[in-house]
């Protein structure tokens, strides 16, 4: 669908355009809104990089990229709007003598928007070289990717460095997951509705899951990854914000410190985890080889580049704990890992279950009630009800059937595009909306959170367990809620694969 609006011209500069990041997913969102008609026709897309490049080459590389990482064929006549917008300059991002060159490209009566996507060690040399070209002023905005820094310590520096030029109203620290439909729909679902408003906490929920399943490996970014780790690739921000989602205040309003005030709360509440309750608390693994997909793959050791010794680990699970009034006594089970048999995504909230037991013939037990949230693959939101078996038997011996209430988004909103969380972020960020960012204080206090984790495995002496690839994860990921008499959530796609 064609939107109608249009929006304020926006110098767009891409720093660290020729990388991963830019080529896979920035620069497709960027084409995305121009095709969505959600860019002013005025707006520029300027790409830095260090290598020599004309831009005939980078609109070349731009268009090899989009047959790769679209998903879908280019639509021409969008094509060449895009690239009539589209520029290139190479600027060695440490010297900040390089930087005079952005001033030819850039209209300073204009919103900028500079996107970060290089390693977080160089976002104060990229401030300090805008400020040298004179390009800063308050309408400017910059996006900083995550994760950032590699603890608490070294993102005040980064988070220091960048202060030091922008007020924190100009930084937009993004986390995709935040970008991602369904992650938004969490604030819908909570809000918008009294069945699970009213039904949020200690007192109706038993337990929550939080599982992000990856079926890829580190995709060749051993150098990145090898110091990262699942914990602060994915656990010290996705996971978190999940969490801060599904746990936080009504806010007072939609508005972006209303919002990230009550997910500051939060994560301030988080129970510590260290070297007295580590083992009770977390699984971590490594994968080894074993088939994803029907294909043989490495093990993590094995991977182009790897040092043989590394102990970091590509899977985590924890037992996290709020202690608040409303989340007493609820455990939330994270679990993130790569090489697992899918890609999947989902948030369960096991609600508690009944009393008592009416229909003793039936079930032993009843089965509890859960409203599960498909982050991804098919987007949706799931309800387990109990349901009466139609049939004339009589009222002592009534059949109970479990039963799923489905909703998925592309069945529902079949005319609507999902749009990728890159896109939405994006257009936020272009329009000046910071409410879908982590501020500073979140970043923090995650890091103290996540800090206090890596320091007790690192004192324990333990190396993370081998986990075959292709399957959920070291064997004592499952023993964490076995032993708490719960099991995780068996994924439909699970389901369908078996
Ligand atoms: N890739 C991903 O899926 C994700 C990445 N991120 C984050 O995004 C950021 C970018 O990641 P990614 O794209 O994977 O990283 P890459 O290493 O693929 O790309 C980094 C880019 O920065 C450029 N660069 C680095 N140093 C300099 C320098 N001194 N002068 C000029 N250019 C420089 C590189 O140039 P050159 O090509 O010349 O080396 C490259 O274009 C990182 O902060 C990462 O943590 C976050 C989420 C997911
Ligand atoms: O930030 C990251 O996210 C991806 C997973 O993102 P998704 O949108 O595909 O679920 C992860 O593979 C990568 O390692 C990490 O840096």
């Given at each position: 669908m064609v939107a109608e609006k249009k929006y304020e011209p926006i110098d767009f500069?891409?720093?660290?355009?020729?990388?991963?990041?830019?080529?896979?997913k920035l620069l497709p969102s960027l084409y995305q809104l121009d095709k969505a008609n959600l860019l002013h026709e005025g707006s520029k897309v300027i790409g830095v990089a260090r290598r020599e490049m004309s831009k005939d080459e980078y609109v070349e590389t731009i268009r090899t990229n989009f047959e790769s990482f679209l998903g879908e064929a280019v639509c021409e006549e969008t094509w060449l709007r895009f690239i009539a917008r589209v520029d290139y300059v190479k600027i060695d991002m440490t010297e900040p003598e390089d930087y005079s060159k952005l001033c030819a490209h850039v209209d300073k009566s204009r919103v900028m928007v500079c996107y970060f996507a290089t390693p977080p060690s160089i976002f104060g040399a990229l401030c300090k070289g805008m400020d040298h070209a004179g390009v800063i002023d308050e309408s400017v905005r910059v996006v900083l990717e995550k994760p950032i820094g590699n603890d608490l310590a070294s993102s005040i520096v980064i988070n220091d460095q960048v202060a030091e030029f922008f007020d924190e109203k100009q930084i937009y620290r993004i986390d995709h997951y935040l970008g991602k439909e369904t992650v938004l729909n969490l604030i819908a679902l909570r809000f918008a509705n009294s069945i699970f408003a009213t039904n949020w906490d200690h007192n109706c929920i038993d337990h929550v899951q939080v599982s992000v399943a990856e079926s890829v490996g580190i995709e060749g970014r051993w150098g990145y990854f090898d110091d990262a780790g699942q914990m602060r690739d994915m656990v010290q921000n996705h996971l978190l914000q999940i969490l801060t989602l599904i746990a936080m205040e009504p806010p007072a309003t939609l508005d972006a410190d209303s919002i990230r005030d009550e997910k500051l709360k939060v994560l301030k509440a988080l129970r510590p985890i260290n070297s007295s309750n580590i083992n009770d608390k977390t699984v971590r693994g490594q994968?080894?080889?074993?088939?994803?997909?029907?294909?043989?793959?490495?093990?993590?050791?094995?991977?182009?580049?790897?040092?043989?010794?590394?102990?970091?680990?590509?899977?985590?699970?924890?037992?996290?704990?709020?202690?608040?009034?409303?989340?007493?006594?609820?455990?939330?089970?994270?679990?993130?890992?790569?090489?697992?048999?899918?890609?999947?995504?989902?948030?369960?909230?096991?609600?508690?279950?009944?009393?008592?037991?009416?229909?003793?013939?039936?079930?032993?037990?009843?089965?509890?009630?859960?409203?599960?949230?498909?982050?991804?693959?098919?987007?949706?939101?799931?309800?387990?009800?109990m349901n009466k078996v139609p049939g004339i038997a009589s009222m002592g011996s009534m059949d109970l059937q479990k039963s799923q209430l489905d909703l998925s988004f592309s069945e529902e909103f079949a005319d609507s595009r999902i749009a990728d969380a890159y896109e939405?972020?994006?257009?936020?960020?272009?329009?000046?909306?910071?409410?879908?960012?982590?501020?500073?204080?979140?970043?923090?206090?995650?890091?103290?959170?996540?800090?206090?984790?890596?320091?007790?495995?690192?004192?324990?002496?333990?190396?993370?367990?081998?986990?075959?690839?292709?399957?959920w994860g070291p064997v004592s990921s499952i023993g964490l809620l076995a032993k708490e008499g719960r099991s995780w959530y068996e994924s439909k796609i699970k389901r369908k694969r078996k």
């Open positions: 500069v891409l720093f660290g355009t020729a990388g991963d990041l830019a080529r896979r994968y080894g080889t074993g088939f994803v997909a029907g294909k043989e793959v490495p093990g993590y050791l094995d991977e182009p580049d790897a040092n043989q010794k590394s102990a970091t680990e590509t899977f985590v699970a924890i037992k996290a704990e709020i202690d608040n009034w409303r989340w007493a006594g609820v455990p939330f089970y994270l679990r993130t890992g790569k090489r697992l048999p899918a890609k999947v995504s989902e948030i369960v909230i096991y609600f508690k279950r009944q009393p008592h037991n009416l229909f003793s013939d039936s079930f032993s037990t009843l089965p509890p009630n859960k409203l599960v949230i498909r982050l991804q693959p098919d987007e949706g939101v799931e309800v387990t009800v939405k972020l994006l257009l936020e960020v272009m329009q000046g909306n910071q409410a879908l960012f982590v501020r500073r204080d979140e970043v923090e206090q995650a890091w103290r959170w996540a800090d206090s984790i890596i320091d007790a495995w690192k004192h324990s002496n333990e190396a993370p367990e081998t986990y075959q690839s292709g399957t």
